[in-house]
């Protein structure tokens, strides 16, 4: 099965830009979705697909792909965006498993 | 309301058998593929199992593989897992959540509240 790796952990000044980074062959073949969860709360599905948001989700996440890496842009992170981050696609192998990546903790300074 | 809501979680044996369930409401539960996530205490999320709509067709990650059972029953839009020969290693919060959706990025869009599963002597 493929992996996905993330950075462990990433830090931003409040309102600045930060981007998450997920990388993985699988990539190169099928779109990341990302998920946002807080400490004792189920995942939130913050992008999908080639850049789209779920309803409710504020148009400072953004997601965009390249090669092997899959990004997750937040433009003017608010303090309430301090939370852990999981990208995941679909396996490179074509059997139809999933994977996610290990997860990055975003700190809001 | 969109909703998932699993049941069946606890402290079980090593070697002991399990069966999680997830009642879904709001959508139409048989249009949909079903899969169980789940996550050890301070770890990150480990996609276990999907099934598509109709049920014909299930899908396991390896280290679960020929222990655990996916199955659905769409007259009663619920999700279950049966979890078999537990391990120490099996423990963590397992959710259920709708997707993967091929049309949506094979993105898992709703999620449930998660249960606890212990496995411990």
């Known amino acids: 099965s493929s992996e996905l790796t993330q950075d462990p952990a990433v830090s931003v000044a409040l309102g600045q830009t930060v981007r998450i980074t997920c990388q993985g062959d699988s990539l190169r073949s099928y779109y990341a979705s990302w998920y946002q969860q807080k400490p004792g709360q189920a995942p939130v599905l913050v992008i999908y697909g080639k850049n789209n948001r779920p309803s409710g989700i504020p148009d400072r996440f953004s997601g965009s792909s390249s090669g092997n890496t899959a990004s997750l842009t937040i433009t003017g992170a608010q303090a309430e965006d301090e939370a852990d981050y999981y990208c995941n696609s679909r396996d490179s192998s074509g059997n139809h498993l999933m994977v996610f990546g290990g997860g990055t903790k975003l700190t809001v300074l | 309301e969109v909703q998932l809501v699993e049941s069946g979680g606890g402290l079980v044996q090593p070697g002991g058998s399990l069966r999680l369930s997830c009642a879904a409401s709001g959508f139409t539960f048989s249009s949909y593929a079903m899969s169980w996530v789940r996550q050890a205490p301070g770890k990150g999320l480990e996609w276990v199992s999907a099934i598509s709509g109709s049920g014909g067709s299930t899908y396991y990650a390896d280290s679960v593989k020929g222990r655990f059972t996916i199955s659905r029953d769409n007259s009663k839009n619920t999700l279950y897992l049966q979890m078999n020969s537990l391990r120490a290693e099996d423990t963590a919060v397992y959710y259920c959540?709708?997707?993967?959706?091929?049309?949506?990025?094979?993105?898992?869009?709703?999620w449930g509240q998660g249960t606890m599963v212990t496995v411990s002597s």
């Open positions: 959540a709708k997707g993967p959706d091929s049309s949506g990025g094979d993105a898992f869009d709703i």
